[in-house]
């Protein structure tokens, strides 16, 4: 009864995508996730992520991207749910001295990505919502958009019901054991075991991997919804924004619910010593002072009137990249960590590549740059 071929530990965004292409491939899958799906508590949670192909980070990312752009798609066919929107995204910023500038221009120029750039008088005529500095450029990508978070969880792991799993909400795993090919995942509800594991426990990774010594650290970010003009709505052909300058890296989407627009910073971070911590910290007025502030200067039609907020927590590697590997004494079990806020858009491929490790021990996609072995 609680056997299986391959148990999944944390089903958010990576955990999730991991049980659909496993148990796709008809494989007996059991997903362990400690909260609700689809819960606010760790990393895959506020509604939106943006998606882009013109990678600033590196340009090692985009054959990544180019699939997931793919299994995205796939998966609102085979669901027919929508979660990818292409609306396009708008990066401002100043093309002497911007890393994101002059990143997303290089892999766009590499990969033939379609990228159009803007004197500050043209971005201003083609997005007059969005008020960039004098020192400003812009850089606009079509095809890039949003992901509606929340969703994408709930669909792979409900297609992935349908293909066989069982996925187990409000399951605490306590610890696990792995002796001769057999894994043994104790929890609150029981034991279950499996011939494999798949560790995608977000910011719970490094206390549950202990003896890899992960080098993680949690930060915490905040994500604002505030009161916006009705111009900002999606349906007026309004793109995602971001807003790269010396002082911070703000991002924003369209306007989904009628009223209110999310804004968030990349760079405002707070350390966390362990993710209980998130909602029990109170969250510093000058944190919003900051993006209100930054609303003033940049975004004419939208008010300062916070409609509400929430955080979520960034799991950072030293160089922002992920870890994606198989344990080095262990072959059964395989892990995912330390997106480094940037990872959700990923998701849809990271679950295909872990299982492709998982099954096969390797994969096609061209990951050694995310190895653990780096550190």
């Not at 669901?79 to 910023?93: D, E, N, R, T």
């Not at 990969?111 to 004098?134: G, M, N, Q, S, V």
């Not at 997106?339 to 990271?350: A, L, M, R």
Request: net charge positive; aromatic share 12%.
């Amino acid at each position: 009864m609680n056997s299986y071929d391959v148990i999944v530990i944390g089903v958010g965004g990576m955990g999730s995508s991991a049980c659909y292409h496993l148990s796709k491939r008809g494989y007996r899958v059991l997903g362990l996730e400690q909260f609700n799906l689809g819960h606010h508590f760790g990393s895959s949670h506020g509604e939106t992520r943006m998606i882009r192909r013109a990678y600033f980070e590196h340009s090692n990312y985009i054959p990544l991207l180019n699939r997931a752009y793919e299994l995205w798609k796939d998966l609102e066919t085979e669901s027919k749910q929508s979660i990818f929107i292409p609306c396009g995204l708008v990066i401002y910023a100043d093309p002497k001295t911007s890393a994101v500038y002059q990143g997303t221009l290089k892999s766009a120029q590499k990969y033939k990505i379609e990228l159009k750039k803007w004197d500050r008088p043209t971005a201003i005529k083609k997005f007059p919502i969005y008020l960039p500095a004098e020192n400003q450029r812009a850089l606009f990508e079509p095809e890039a958009g949003l992901l509606h978070v929340e969703r994408a969880v709930l669909t792979h792991t409900s297609v992935a019901k349908q293909f066989g799993a069982q996925i187990l909400e409000n399951v605490k795993v306590l610890d696990y054991e792995i002796l001769n090919s057999c894994v043994k995942v104790r929890t609150n509800q029981g034991v279950f075991e499996a011939a494999k594991l798949v560790v995608t426990s977000g910011p719970w990774s490094g206390a549950l991997l202990k003896e890899l010594g992960l080098p993680l650290k949690l930060h915490r970010l905040y994500q604002h919804w505030f009161k916006a003009s009705p111009k900002h709505r999606l349906e007026n052909a309004v793109p995602c924004f971001a807003f790269h300058s010396d002082e911070d890296f703000y991002y924003g989407f369209p306007m989904l619910d009628g009223k209110t627009i999310k804004i968030a910073s990349h760079f405002s971070r707070e350390t966390l010593l362990n993710p209980s911590e998130k909602d029990a910290l109170v969250i510093p007025e000058e944190k919003i002072d900051a993006v209100r502030n930054f609303i003033k200067k940049s975004l004419p039609l939208v008010t300062t009137d916070l409609d509400r907020i929430s955080s979520c927590i960034y799991t950072m590697t030293p160089d922002e990249h992920f870890i994606i590997d198989t344990h080095p004494e262990i072959n059964s079990l395989v892990f995912a960590a330390g997106f480094s806020g940037h990872g959700f858009k990923f998701s849809s491929v990271t679950g295909e590549i872990l299982a492709d490790l998982t099954l096969e021990g390797k994969t096609k996609y061209p990951i050694d740059f995310l190895s653990l072995k780096r550190f």
